[in-house]
């Protein structure tokens, strides 16, 4: 059994992740900015923490982290505004990482994105800006030194998905249900031994468990 945390607990992913990671035999922490996700957070079975992305130092997240055995970054500012992105997606990782160094915490997991995303339709500032800050935060993951695993999802359905997935170095871009990435996470959470490496995840057609094996062998 694993100490879990969540950061994005409450969001489409983080939600859908907390029973699969109780289901394995783990004990889940859930990061949470509104009081009454508290109540929502200790009925799916996780222990909550407060915490808001917008105001949080490294100080602050390492309260959360100490003594964790690893760490999910599932949060993201949703498209609603620059500063929020700048915080969230970009800045939000850099806390970690300085909190994780702080009270060796070695394992995280970042959801990041598509690299593709979008690129099918005119985007503007604000989606070129997501971008440019979720390459900056996993280019610090990646430079950390820590046991990091980052996931790229395609387009994010609001789905709980088959169980079924794509996943590799490199794929043609498509969708991918929420409920399949939280299942991916879970998967490669208890699979350690993968490590220091960056996935990108569609729908597909091999099982979860199937695909996270190919992974550990290639």
Known sequence: ????????????????LIPMLIRRGHSVTG???????????????????????????????????KGADAVVF????????AE???????????KLIEAARATGVKRIYLVSVFPD??????????????MSEKKKADAALAASGLDYVIVRPGTLKSEDGDGQVAAGRALTYGDVARGNVAAFIAEL?????????????????TPVAEAVAALRRS
């Open 84 to 94: 929020r992105t700048s915080m969230i997606d970009g800045q939000g990782p850099v």
């Open 31 to 65: 990061l949470h900015r509104k009081d009454e996700q508290a109540r929502e957070l200790k009925d799916a079975g996780a222990t909550p923490a407060k915490g808001d992305l917008m105001r949080m130092s490294a100080d602050d997240f390492a309260a959360i982290i």
């Open 189 to 205: 959470i208890d699979t350690p031994e993968i490590r220091q490496d960056a996935f990108e995840l569609t729908n597909g057609d």
């Open 1 to 16: 059994m694993a100490d879990i945390v969540l950061i994005g607990a409450t969001g489409g992913i983080g939600s859908r």
């Open 117 to 130: 995303a979008g690129r099918d339709r005119d985007t503007g500032e604000g989606f070129e800006h997501y």
């Open 74 to 81: 599932s949060a993201g500012a949703a498209g609603s505004g």
